[in-house]
């Protein structure tokens, strides 16, 4: 490492010395290969702006509405646009609309030989959110379809109670939170160093350092979306008997399960079977 790298490092560290999270003290306790850093210098040196050319709207289809940025105040977006899922045409919506419930590092951060929990928390001031089953956008319970009677007008435009998109679904190491927040040391030194032009080999392993302890792709949809050993507990997060069913069996997660390969193609049709 270089001497301003690692002053870089050891003034941020030691304001954590009490307070450092999990994924912090694993990128403290990383130590990077010559392939790791060379890898993260490659990506900085192709690495290309994206430009948004401005509000997409194919009138009267199509129009994205103004959605609040839930991810402000994940040190993820740091860097990551919001929403972060670009790559993959087939699922970057199903995932991106996970962003508004669950943390980054909920999909991201799994170390191997550590148990991890996972709770509700406002991802605003890091502080936990009292479960209750409204906290998900699933129906609490079913539809009871003997009511003969529409529901009066004002119960339907009603606005769901409960569903904030600054709540997600984020891990816990020791009743500690794992993630961090964009307006924390690291994040902040992290931030001033990208200000700077040029650099690219303190980038590079800066970026190598924060990469390390995370997997670049997330599980797969059955890791949550299925009836034996879902990575949460659901019930333990406040959802229903019917919500913990509907989510586990999720027909879209069922039907991406069907693709072995990118470039395998199944009829729209095959979401009825």
């Known amino acids: 490492m270089t001497r301003l790298f690692m002053t870089l490092l ?4 030691c304001s954590w010395v009490h307070a450092e999270g999990l994924y912090l003290k694993t990128i403290n306790n990383t130590s990077l290969t010559t392939e790791q850093i060379q890898k993260s210098l490659k990506k900085l040196e192709e690495h290309k702006d994206i430009v948004l050319r401005g ?6 289809f199509h129009k994205r509405g103004k959605t609040s940025d839930s991810l ?3 040190f993820c977006t740091t ?14 919506t199903f995932m991106n609309m996970h962003t508004q419930y669950i943390a980054c590092e909920t ?3 799994r170390p191997e ?6 709770q509700w928390q406002d991802t605003r001031n890091a502080s936990l959110v009292r479960v209750k089953p409204e906290l998900f956008r699933q129906a609490v319970q079913p539809e009871d379809k003997t009511k003969k009677t529409l529901p009066a007008k004002k119960e339907i435009t009603q606005p769901a109670k409960g569903i904030n998109p600054f709540y997600k679904i984020a891990p816990y190491y020791q009743d500690q939170a794992v993630a961090l927040r964009n307006n924390e040391a690291f994040a902040q030194a992290t931030k001033e160093l990208w200000k700077k032009e040029g ?3 303190n980038k590079a392993e800066l970026r190598a350092l924060i990469h390390a302890p995370l997997a670049e792709k997330g599980p797969e949809c059955n890791a949550c979306h299925n009836d034996k050993e879902s990575l949460l507990n659901l019930a333990e997060l406040g959802a229903t008997a019917y919500q913990v ?4 069996n999720n027909i879209i997660a069922q039907f991406f399960a069907r693709y072995k390969d990118k470039d395998q193609r199944i009829r729209i049709i095959n979401l009825l079977r």
């Open 199 to 201: 650099d690219l080999d």
């Open 55 to 60: 509000d997409l709207e194919v009138p009267p």
């Open 107 to 109: 999909c991201h951060f």
């Open 113 to 118: 030989n550590v148990a991890l929990t996972y």
């Open 79 to 92: 860097c990551h646009m919001s929403p972060p899922h670009t790559k993959s045409e087939r699922t970057r």
């Open 10 to 13: 050891l003034t941020v560290f």
């Open 72 to 74: 402000a105040h994940s």
């Open 245 to 248: 069913e509907k989510i586990q």
